[in-house]
């Protein structure tokens, strides 16, 4: 298993339309990469920290997969294009990606 995780940072006057990102494209993301292995999606907005301090990330979404062969089809694969081409119908920030194990 490994898990793909896309941060959005917290940019001042960015856009971030969440109610898109739910609605059409996390379905989207479901629909495109579950055929070649993800597994499951847990999406994630930021909160003030315990001092009050503004998120760093407006949102951030882990997606597992069944491995990194699995992330590597996804990614490769026919589907990818439009779910990339979709990312700036909901922001115009840069995200930021990690692949991590379970450790």
Same mark, same amino acid.
């Given at each position: 298993?490994?898990?793909?995780?896309?941060?959005?940072?917290?940019?001042?006057?960015?856009?971030?339309?969440?109610?898109?990102?739910?609605?059409?494209?996390?379905?989207?993301?479901?629909?495109?990469?579950?055929?070649?292995? @993800? #597994?499951?999606?847990?999406?994630?907005?930021?909160?003030?920290?315990?001092? =009050?301090?503004? &998120? +760093?990330? !407006?949102?951030?979404?882990? @997606? #597992?997969?069944?491995?990194?062969?699995?992330?590597?089809?996804?990614?490769? =694969?026919?589907? &990818? +294009?439009? !779910?990339?081409?979709?990312?700036?119908?909901?922001?115009?920030?840069?995200?930021?990606?990690?692949?991590?194990?379970?450790?």
């Amino acid at each position: 298993m490994v898990i793909f995780s896309v941060l959005y940072p917290a940019t001042p006057g960015a856009r971030f339309d969440q109610a898109y990102y739910d609605a059409v494209h996390i379905p989207l993301v479901k629909d495109a990469f579950t055929s070649t292995g @993800l #597994t499951g999606v847990q999406v994630l907005k930021g909160l003030p920290g315990p001092d =009050g301090g503004a &998120a +760093p990330f !407006v949102v951030m979404v882990n @997606l #597992t997969f069944e491995g990194p062969e699995a992330l590597a089809a996804s990614l490769g =694969g026919p589907r &990818a +294009p439009e !779910v990339l081409g979709d990312v700036a119908k909901f922001t115009d920030i840069q995200p930021v990606t990690q692949v991590s194990a379970p450790g």
